[in-house]
Nanobody
C-alpha cells in the first residue's frame, strides 16, 4: 500500500505560478512511476505529467509542456509539480498517483487506469 497526500493548490492569477507537492508514504519501494492528473468540472480526468521513480524520466501532456516541471525529492519521498505561466484552462482538481507496476520500455504510462494509488486532490484555480 502507498499513501499519497497532495498540497499546494490555491487561487492564482493568469501568468502566475504554483508548486504542487505530493508526499508518498508506505511501500514506496514498490513505486515505478508517479503521475499528475487533473479534472475540471464536467470533464474527464486527464493526464498532466509523469516521472519514473528512480530513473527520473519525465513526460508531459502537450498542453503543459514548457510550463510545468515534475521532479522528485527522494529525501522526503515528495513529488513536485512546478506550474508556471498558468492559464485559466489549467483550473482543475489536481491528483497525484502512483504506478506500482513497470510499463514497457519507457517505464511510465499516461493512462489513469494504470495507476494504483491516488491522493485526495488539490484545487487549482487560475483567474483571468
Amino acid at each position: 500500500q502507498v499513501q499519497l497526500v497532495e498540497s499546494g493548490g490555491g487561487l492564482v492569477q493568469a501568468g502566475g505560478s504554483l508548486r504542487l507537492s505530493c508526499v508518498a508514504s508506505g511501500r514506496t519501494f514498490s513505486i515505478y512511476a508517479m503521475g499528475w492528473f487533473r479534472q475540471a468540472p464536467g470533464k474527464e480526468r486527464e493526464f498532466v505529467s509523469t516521472i519514473t521513480w528512480g530513473g527520473g524520466s519525465t513526460y508531459y501532456a502537450d498542453s503543459v509542456k514548457g510550463r510545468f516541471t515534475i521532479s522528485i525529492d527522494y529525501s522526503t519521498n515528495t513529488v513536485h509539480l512546478q506550474m508556471n505561466s498558468l492559464k485559466p484552462e489549467d483550473t482543475a482538481v489536481y491528483y497525484c498517483a502512483a504506478d506500482l507496476f513497470p510499463r514497457g520500455s519507457s517505464g511510465y504510462s499516461t493512462r489513469s487506469d494504470s495507476y494504483d494509488s491516488w491522493g485526495q486532490g488539490t484545487q487549482v484555480t487560475v483567474s483571468s
